[in-house]
């Protein structure tokens, strides 16, 4: 694929993003988010958007636990990015009750001063592209992507997104 080919693609997305989440959560916990198609009905955009949440571990780490594709954890200063749109657990410690993700959305955030040394601290958020039907690329991406921002190599604009997120 030339680079016209490959820049005509990437415009056509019209990528745009939101952070839905930054909270932190005391050791143990579990949460379970919805696929895309149900956060598109959450965050209300339109049928003509696709929803790929993503999660971003700042302090701790956190389990991932895909409905489909292989588990894999999350630490500080990585990412997860859910390309399939599936839907996912998030944890960390053993617990017996999963909470939904629209529960933790209404519920609000627990202050880290009041933790103790025991908590992760994480941002969810989601990409949202557009045009995605027929685009090729979107066909040939993983399920999940895990990403190292922290990494002097890494993404510029996902440091950004890291620095933009941090309390």
């Known amino acids: 694929m030339d680079d016209n ?3 005509t693609i990437l415009t056509q997305l019209r990528v745009s993003g939101a952070i839905v989440l930054s909270q932190a959560h005391p050791i143990p916990w579990s949460i379970e988010v919805p696929p895309g198609n149900a956060l598109r009905s ?7 958007i696709n929803v790929v949440p993503f999660h971003l571990a700042q302090r701790g780490s956190f389990n991932f636990q895909p409905n ?7 630490e500080a200063d990585q990412l997860v990015i859910c390309a399939n749109g599936d839907g996912h657990v998030l944890s960390s410690g053993k617990t017996t009750k999963t909470r939904t993700f629209e529960a933790v959305m209404s519920d609000g955030s627990f202050d880290t001063h009041s933790l103790g040394a025991d908590y992760t601290e994480g941002v969810c958020g989601v990409f949202m592209l557009r045009h995605t039907q027929h685009n090729p690329l979107i066909a040939t991406l993983p399920n999940q992507i895990k ?8 993404s510029a604009s996902l440091r950004a997104l890291q620095e933009y997120a941090k309390p």
């Open 42 to 48: 959450y965050l209300n955009v339109g049928n003509d």
């Open 147 to 154: 990403v190292d921002i922290g990494h002097a190599r890494g």
């Open 5 to 7: 080919a490959l820049s």
């Open 68 to 74: 489909m594709g292989t588990p894999m954890v999350i």
